[in-house]
């Protein structure tokens, strides 16, 4: 199901300073905000290294090509998980629009430069036809102080028709709100008699689950991995395990793993619990390299 090309979308960083009480202007906060170097890996996720940020906030944009004008939504999700469609603003481009959001870049109790998760990133909804969609995220996010743009394909899916014409999306069953969206999407953009039957939905298993007891005793695969949250979930010889970006080899400055990749770890721990970062996940992979 997964669409070959990347959405037809482009990012701008811009820091909010203050010229009077009342009044606040952009500044580009890319070095070369002209021509920004952009890495790509397996569709998946695409990053623009930003650099150093100093504290303050700052301006996040998401522009849309005309050409995918009518398929490309962004939507606001809060920390609740409830979902609501951004405003999309116009350009001077013709047909280009864009949406925006503020984030703030604080200083961590070890003195690093960072964002939140909450309110870091931009998400938006494709739509490419008979039921296939995908959900991105693009944000900016720090790594040891150091920033990115990112943008990555966190869900790749389809939606389905019932018998009653009805919009299911098993990806979403347990985030109802999620599914309303995307209904009233499909309902203004599209037919909902050009989506597939339920009936002959199949449940996909997962190809993780089929290395568990097969893998070396120190090798893992990585079921997902999210750059927003900084951290993922891989599969090892003794169940499921929490990775962190700290514990990973950097590519292009960035470190992540990338769905089903397989790497190497020299121990599991028990996770580093605190009251910003807990996880239900029993243990925790360190000193991690890739095969």
Known sequence: MKNQSLPAVSFELGKLIKVKDSEEKIVPAINNPGNPQVYSYNYE?????????????YE??????????????????????????????????????YCKTKIMVKEGNDKTHHTEPVENNIRFLRILGKGAMELWEVALISQGGSFFITAQCVYNFRCYRNNNDGVLCPQFERWPEMIVLVESLILLYGDVKELPSINGYMPKKNKVDGFNG????????????????????????????????????????????LKNEKFIYKKAILPKNTKANKTAFKRELVGCSLI
């Open 214 to 257: 097969q893998l070396d005793e120190k090798t893992a695969i990585t079921d997902w991995f999210n750059l927003v949250n900084g951290y993922g979930a891989a599969r090892s010889r003794f169940g499921a395990r929490r990775v962190h970006w700290s514990e990973l080899p950097k590519r292009k400055g960035l470190a992540f793993l």
């Open 45 to 57: 996720i695409i990053f623009t290294p930003v650099g150093k940020l100093g504290l303050g906030k």
């Open 60 to 97: 996040l944009k998401v522009a849309v090509s005309s050409k995918e004008k009518d398929k490309i939504f962004c939507i606001a999700v809060d920390g609740n998980k409830h979902v609501s469609l951004r405003k999309m603003l116009p350009t001077d481009e013709e047909g280009v629009e």
